[in-house]
């Protein structure tokens, strides 16, 4: 049950866009479409930004997007917004019935 | 409104033991399966245990396995987390989650110190 890897930071200008890379195993990320990715601000709970690989919520902006590519799922931020500063966690479920979250990655607005 | 209220947090000395609840509401609780999930300080977020809808089936992440154990009451609307022989690396914020990672709870805090 080793944590997925992620970049510890990515930053990018207003305007421009970022993906933040989630890369873990055939036992996991590879195995299923059951990726989520969480936004979590200073001292907030985690906010779900996509689930099942590909899927947003109801509420949250068409600006972020998921992907997903062999053990490595993608979340990409367009149009980034100061407001996009925050920590980012991928997380999978695996072939244990458990579930495992990404290193996380934290994500500058320049 | 979906609301997850965690309490039972606290500070308790190593090898001790402490329970955590979940009230739910705003939803069909026994329709969800549930989930823990902690952050120790300045940390990530691990994926803790979670429960199947009735109770029958539970997973628990290896670190915690015969020591933590997680318990669901339908008719109160309850989650619960039972934490036995506490180490100092079981300090972290609790939070108490749908398995669907849609809703969470604002947590509770566990220090295990000496």
């Known amino acids: 049950q080793s944590a997925l890897t992620q970049p510890a930071s990515v930053s990018g200008s207003p305007g421009q866009s970022i993906t933040i890379s989630c890369t873990g195993t055939s036992s996991d990320v590879g195995f299923y479409n059951y990726v989520s990715w969480y936004q979590q601000h200073p001292a907030k709970a985690p906010k779900l930004m996509i689930y099942g690989v590909i899927d947003r919520p109801s509420g949250v902006s068409n600006r972020f997007s998921g992907s997903k590519s062999g053990n490595t799922a993608s979340l990409t931020i367009s149009g980034l917004q100061p407001e996009d500063e925050a920590d980012y966690y991928c997380?999978?479920?695996?072939?244990?019935?458990?579930?495992?979250f990404g290193t996380g990655t934290k994500v500058t607005v320049l | 409104e979906v609301q997850l209220v965690e309490s039972g947090g606290g500070l308790v000395q190593p090898g001790g033991s402490l329970g955590l609840s979940c009230a739910a509401s705003g939803f069909i609780f026994s329709n969800y399966w549930m989930s823990w999930i902690r952050q120790a300080p300045g940390k990530g977020l691990e994926w803790v245990a979670n429960i199947n809808q009735d109770g029958g089936a539970r997973s628990y992440v290896d670190s915690v396995k015969g020591r933590f154990s997680i318990s669901r009451d339908n008719a109160k609307n309850s989650l619960y987390l039972h934490l036995n022989s506490l180490r100092a690396e079981d300090t972290a914020v609790y939070y108490c989650?749908?398995?669907?990672?849609?809703?969470w709870g604002q947590g509770t805090m566990v220090t295990v110190s000496s």
């Open positions: 989650t749908t398995n669907t990672g849609d809703s």
């Open positions: 997380c999978s479920f695996t072939t244990s019935n458990t579930y495992v």
